[in-house]
């Protein structure tokens, strides 16, 4: 119904500079913005709020189809509500991002959360940030990127990030572990695993900048006509 309102997919492994490249991007074109890891770490947040077994995925799916959230754009942030309770922090937690790994390895979470992540493509477009934006979600997309990065440069990246944030004594190798672990669940699962689409561009970050990513990106777009040549 959609097909004629263009996406930009954007997959890759956590700390790929996904998210930073995606509102990049979305600012870029005007675009609007899907976070798509959000909503399973909405659903792992519920999970957690609501006591609920993880291991147990019918009940998991259960919290995932009554999920009522709500991502209210405001100048500084997007802020994110469960319930109607702002959550925005608290989905970024390390312990709702490792939940979050778990309930999406659930196929019926993923095709519970499949229909809400397709009403994200409104005009003028949609920038879609996750995992299988360009295999499973928006197989149709006419710009897939696949962006990675070595694990440790990725581990280096979180740290910087978490220091520069305040926290005191970050352990890196626990970092880089917890990396390693998230990739190897998130690529080797049975449903929608972490793999580029065959029409995918790969673009490795370990030696580049936000702003070469984010140039290479937008050069992409404008030589396959989504973008008038003339927008930055
Ligand atoms: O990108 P993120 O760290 O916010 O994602 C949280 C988790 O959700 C991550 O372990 C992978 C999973 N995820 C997924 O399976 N499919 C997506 N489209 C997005 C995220």
């Not at 609007?32 to 959000?38: E, V």
């Not at 109607?84 to 989905?91: L, N, P, R, S, Y």
């Not at 499973?136 to 990675?148: E, G, Q, S, Y």
């Amino acid at each position: 119904m959609n097909q004629h309102i263009p996406v930009i997919t954007v997959d890759g492994p956590s700390g790929s500079g996904k998210g930073t490249i995606c509102k990049l991007l979305a600012e870029a074109t005007g675009y609007s913005l899907l976070d798509s890891g959000a909503l399973y770490r909405l659903t792992a947040l519920a999970c957690i709020k609501a006591g609920v077994n993880t291991a147990d995925e019918s009940q998991v799916t259960q919290q995932a189809q009554q999920l009522q959230i709500e991502f209210k754009v405001t100048p500084a942030q997007v802020l994110v509500l469960l319930a109607g309770q702002d959550v925005t922090q608290a989905i970024r937690e390390e312990v709702v991002g490792m939940t979050a790994s778990t309930v999406a390895a659930y196929p019926a979470v993923r095709e519970a959360l499949l229909q809400r992540q397709r009403n994200f493509q409104q005009a003028p477009g949609l920038v879609a940030d996750g995992r299988d934006m360009g295999t499973v979600v928006f197989p149709a997309a006419p710009l897939k990127i696949f962006l990675t990065a070595s694990a440790e440069e990725r581990a280096r990246r979180r740290v910087k990030q978490l220091e520069e944030a305040g926290v005191k004594g970050v352990n890196s190798e626990k970092i880089l572990q917890d990396i390693q672990a998230r990739d190897e669940r998130d690529q080797n699962r049975s449903a929608a695993p972490l793999i580029p689409a065959a029409d995918a561009l790969v673009l490795d970050s370990t030696q580049m900048s936000i702003t070469e990513v984010h140039n290479s990106i937008m050069a992409e777009a404008k030589s396959r006509k989504l973008l008038a040549a003339g927008e930055n």
